[in-house]
Each structure stands twice: as structure tokens, then as C-alpha cells.
């Protein structure tokens, strides 16, 4: 018996990966091996946690933008951010998870969220910095990711990429006012890219010799570049936008390499990195504290609607007795 299991799982695991291999969507009623689902649940869960967390340092200046324009651009851009974050948390749950064990998760410290929102927004410019470099980041990072090889994962991204791509193009035109204002205004937004570059470096994660999940995450076709590789292109692509801006890359070793056809970095301080990882970040304590309390006061909604939910059921049932 235990040799006809042995057999079987053999005869599945070749399956599946003749299906990955040839680029074919691995959908939920799909066989998929144990490591594949835990692995997928751990991104796609600690990238929903970072969209919702990621909505607190821009939310903090939703009453603060400096006219109703830039209030009701970042308002959308914020609820956009939550509506990723359900999306997410939808492609995780066909995986057998729930919504309330990933919050709980996050909420104990066993799921982790994006370094860069432990970060704290002190100025406008922070906010254009944070869609011109955070949000280019995130789409550098998340372009791959449609072609994931989870179908739910992969389809949750085209419909964030296009946002995101929405997102980025508003940051970039903030630094576009704010860099070509007045001295102050100017001097802004160099402090905001000084503060956010190395953290935006940081999202791609640890290089690749130090990544214990890229090899095999590659194999699945789950991240389809490696963390190095994203960062590099975001590096390549950002230098000349900063450029284009008048701002200059706190960077001193920054340099065009022309046989690499790429931009040589300073070194990045892995160090402040493991640091942000391990809940040690700037403003850590409190965006977990803003989370965990936003949890508890909204326990009544749910309640609520649970209750409706429950009492609708019990309607259909009879109605369908009677
Ligand atoms: N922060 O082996 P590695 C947004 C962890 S939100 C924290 O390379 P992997 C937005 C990593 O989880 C954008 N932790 O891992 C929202 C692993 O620990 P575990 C969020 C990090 O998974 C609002 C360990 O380090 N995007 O767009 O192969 C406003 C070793 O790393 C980080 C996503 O989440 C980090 N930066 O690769 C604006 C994208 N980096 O899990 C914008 C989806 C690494 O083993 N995620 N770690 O305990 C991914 O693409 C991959 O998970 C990563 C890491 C590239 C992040």
C-alpha cells in the first residue's frame, strides 16, 4: 500500500511539473505538491499583508494633500491598495488558507509584510517618492508575477499591474511639481529620494546567494526573475527618470557601466535590511499596532455580517423545505 502512494505521488509529481514545464496554469482543484502550496501561501499572503499595511503611511496624508485634486488622486490610489490586498488574499484562499489565519498570522508576527512600509512618510514629497520609486519597485517585481505559475496569483497580478502602473505615473508627476518648484519645494523631494532609495533597493530582497526560496521558486515558475535581476532593472530604469528630474542618486559609487550596457551600486546595508525583516524597522510597532487595533474595532462588522450571512442561509433552507 505504502509502495502504491509512493508510486502515485511519483506519477503526480512528474505530472505537475510536465505542466509547469510546459507553461500550463496549475489551477486550485489542481494536484500540486505540499512545498508548492506552502511556498505560494507564504508570498501570496505576506504580499497581501504588505499591500494593506502599504495603505497606512500614504493614508496618513489622504487630509493633508495640498489641494482637492492631489486628495482625491491619493484617496483612489489608497482604496486601490485595499482592493489589491482582497484580491490576494482571495488567490491565497484557494489554496486552503483563510483570511482570518493570514491576519492572524501578521498580527502574531509568523507573516511577514514588506520592509518598505516600516518606514515613516515626513513630507509631501514622500508620497510622490513612494509612487515614483515603491510602486515602480513593485511593478519591476510584479510584471513576472502574471505569468506565475498558480493561475488565481498570476490573473490577481494583470489586474494590479495596471494599477500599479496608474500608481507609479501619479508619484512621478508629484516629483515632477515638487522638483521643478521652488528651492524648497526642490530640496523636498531630494530628501524624499534620499530617504526611500536604499529601502526601494531593499524590496526586491536579499541577493541571490543569500535567497533561500529563489532557486526552487524559479524551478516552479512562480517567480520567473531573481531578486537581483529585478532590482538591477529597476536600478536601470529609475537612474535616468531621477535624472530626468533634476535629482541626484544617493549613490556615490552609482556609475554607467558600458559593457555591462547597466548601472554598477553602491553596496546595499544588508544589515538595517535583516534589521526591518526581523520587526525592527522605524515605525514598525506602530503600523502593526494601526493594524491589530483596525482588526478589533471592525470585529463588530464582521460579526454583523456573518450573522446576515447565517440568517440568509437559514431563509434558503426554508424555502427550500416548504
Ligand atoms: N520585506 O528567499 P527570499 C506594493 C523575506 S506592496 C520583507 O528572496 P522570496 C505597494 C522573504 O519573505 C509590494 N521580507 O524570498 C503597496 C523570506 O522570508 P520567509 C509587495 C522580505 O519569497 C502599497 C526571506 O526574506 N510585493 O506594491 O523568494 C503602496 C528570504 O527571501 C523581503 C510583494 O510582496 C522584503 N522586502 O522572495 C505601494 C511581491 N524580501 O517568507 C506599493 C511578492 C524578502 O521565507 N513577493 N523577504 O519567511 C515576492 O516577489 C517575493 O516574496 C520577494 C522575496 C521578492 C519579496
Excluded at 2 to 27: G, N, Y
Excluded at 166 to 171: A, C, E, L, P, S
Excluded at 206 to 230: G, H
Excluded at 246 to 264: E, F, I, Q
Aim: some cysteine.
Amino acid at each position: 500500500m505504502a509502495h502504491d502512494e509512493q508510486t502515485l505521488t511519483e506519477a503526480l509529481t512528474e505530472a505537475f511539473e510536465a505542466r509547469v514545464a510546459a507553461d500550463a496554469f496549475i489551477e486550485p482543484k489542481d494536484w500540486m505538491p505540499d512545498a508548492y502550496r506552502r511556498t505560494l501561501v507564504r508570498q501570496i499572503s505576506q504580499h497581501a499583508h504588505s499591500e494593506i499595511v502599504g495603505m497606512l503611511p500614504e493614508g496618513a496624508w489622504i487630509a493633508r494633500a495640498p489641494s482637492l485634486r492631489r486628495k482625491a488622486v491619493l484617496l483612489a490610489k489608497v482604496q486601490d491598495e485595499g482592493g489589491h490586498g482582497l484580491y490576494l488574499y482571495s488567490a491565497a484562499e484557494t489554496l486552503g488558507t483563510s483570511r482570518q489565519d493570514m491576519t492572524e498570522a501578521l498580527h502574531e508576527g509568523r507573516a511577514k509584510y514588506s520592509t518598505i512600509f516600516n518606514y515613516p512618510t515626513l513630507t509631501w514629497a514622500d508620497i510622490g517618492a513612494i509612487g515614483w520609486l515603491v510602486d515602480g519597485a513593485a511593478i519591476m517585481n510584479q510584471v513576472p508575477l502574471q505569468r506565475c505559475s498558480y493561475g488565481p496569483y498570476a490573473r490577481a497580478m494583470v489586474r494590479i499591474c495596471k494599477e500599479e502602473s496608474f500608481h507609479q505615473r501619479q508619484g512621478f508627476e508629484i516629483m515632477t511639481v515638487m522638483a521643478g518648484g521652488t528651492a524648497a519645494q526642490k530640496r523636498m523631494a531630494q530628501d524624499a529620494l534620499d530617504r526611500w532609495w536604499w529601502p526601494s533597493l531593499m524590496m526586491f530582497g536579499p541577493p541571490d546567494d543569500q535567497s533561500p526560496n529563489t532557486a526552487q521558486s524559479i524551478r516552479w515558475r512562480i517567480k520567473r526573475e531573481s531578486n537581483d535581476e529585478l532590482r538591477q532593472k529597476f536600478v536601470d530604469v529609475t537612474v535616468p527618470q531621477a535624472e530626468a528630474l533634476g535629482l541626484t542618486v544617493p549613490d556615490p559609487d552609482l556609475r554607467w557601466n558600458a559593457a555591462r550596457g547597466s548601472y554598477d551600486f553602491g553596496a546595499i546595508d544588508w544589515a538595517e535590511f535583516a534589521a526591518v525583516v526581523r520587526g525592527e524597522g522605524p515605525v514598525a510597532k506602530e503600523r502593526m499596532a494601526a493594524r491589530r487595533a483596525a482588526w478589533d474595532e471592525g470585529a463588530w462588522v464582521r460579526e454583523a455580517a456573518l450573522a446576515h450571512a447565517e440568517k440568509q442561509a437559514a431563509r434558503a433552507a426554508e424555502r427550500a423545505a416548504a
